[in-house]
């Protein structure tokens, strides 16, 4: 009877040795997902990062050459004034084909 009772609390003992050796290595696990997840993270960011910032050199190199200041701002605002002023010129071209179609017709 002793006996059984010793084996059943060294039982008990096991089991709740087991359970917290368990729980540790779930917090273990959780622990160790968490950080690679921040660092892949950091790491997609930054590759996101460089990417915008190839973009930006990719875009100063097509416009003015000999601007001393290409921050992102100065490279922004050029490619608008690009974009407005070609956009003006695309209009000014449609009305001269429309005009001279309807010239054509005349003819």
Known sequence: MVADAQS????AGRSSYA???H???CLDKRAQEKA???NHKAEREKLKRD???DLFVELSSM??????NRGKATVLGDAARVLRDL????ESLRKEQSTLLTERQYI
């Not at 059943?8 to 039982?11: A, E, I, N, P, Q």
Request: charged residues 40%.
């Open 36 to 38: 690679p997840k921040k």
């Open 8 to 11: 059943s609390d060294s039982m």
């Open 87 to 90: 956009t003006t010129q695309v």
């Open 63 to 68: 416009l003015d050459h000999d601007r001393q």
């Open 23 to 25: 729980v540790d290595r």
């Open 19 to 21: 359970a917290e050796k």
């Open 51 to 53: 990417q915008l910032n």
